[in-house]
T-cell receptor, first 114, second 113 residues
Framework: DAGITQSPRHKVTETGTPVTLRCHQT?????MYWYRQDPGHGLRLIHY???????DKGEVSDGYSVSRSKTEDFLLTLESATSSQTSVYFC?????????????FGPGTRLTVT | TQLLEQSPQFLSIQEGENLTVYCNSS?????LQWYRQEPGEGPVLLVT?????EVKKLKRLTFQFGDARKDSSLHITAAQPGDTGLYLC?????????????FGQGTELSVKP
């Protein structure tokens, strides 16, 4: 258990409004990830971080930005939410710098954009 | 774009039956993970396979990594209602920075009593 919490757990927002999702971890893991999960698509990587202030894009990064100002927190921002961003968002962390790439996931945030 | 094709996407079986889930790709992976996810929760890691041809067992679940490290299978023997959930495979490409994983689409398993 990597001690990952996500907030909020549920959110309904209107098209065009900004939204920030928070991921908090207590295990001092270096790597953190944001995914979205949609039916038939599995998990798709949005952005990831390999250290404080070090972030990079994933396969579906358009419309999303991230920030990591301290090890334990990784924020995902939708600058202007659209209905296509309705999804379940998961944060994950990677245990340590080794080759097995095992990731540990938070409980998810269900976001609805109306 | 590297793809990991998972099949079947849906599986509904009776308690006591056996089943196999497949993950296939044209890419070679340095390791492959299997996760299980229950409704309203995040995926939970079941196993990691690393060596081509490797077989790992977790009670009634058997995981196999293909010899060429491009495919994997999950076999469940005598399925039980508690096995119900979404099963996801995820592959790691060798040498990738950031420890990124490529996920399959998932297999939604329903085991009826």
């Amino acid at each position: 258990d990597a001690g990952i919490t996500q907030s909020p757990r549920h959110k309904v927002t209107e098209t065009g409004t900004p939204v920030t999702l928070r991921c908090h971890q207590t295990e001092n893991h270096r790597y953190m990830y944001w995914y979205r999960q949609d039916p038939g698509h599995g998990l798709r990587l949005i952005h990831y971080s390999y250290g404080v202030k070090d972030t990079d894009k994933g396969e579906v990064s358009d419309g999303y930005s991230v920030s990591r100002s301290k090890t334990e927190d990784f924020l995902l921002t939708l600058e202007s939410a659209t209905s296509s961003q309705t999804s379940v968002y998961f944060c994950a962390t990677k245990l340590r710098d080794r080759d097995l790439y095992e990731q540990y996931f938070g409980p998810g945030t269900r976001l609805t954009v109306t | 774009t590297q793809l990991l094709e998972q099949s079947p996407q849906f599986l509904s079986i009776q308690e006591g039956e056996n089943l196999t889930v497949y993950c296939n790709s044209s890419s070679v992976f340095s390791s492959l993970q299997w996760y299980r996810q229950e409704p309203g929760e995040g995926p939970v890691l079941l196993v990691t396979v690393v060596t081509g041809g490797e077989v790992k067992k977790l009670k009634r679940l058997t995981f196999q990594f293909g010899d060429a490290r491009k495919d994997s299978s999950l076999h469940i023997t005598a399925a039980q209602p508690g096995d119900t959930g979404l099963y996801l495979c995820a592959g790691a490409l060798g040498g990738n920075q950031g420890g990124k994983l490529i996920f399959g689409q998932g297999t939604e398993l329903s085991v009826k009593p």
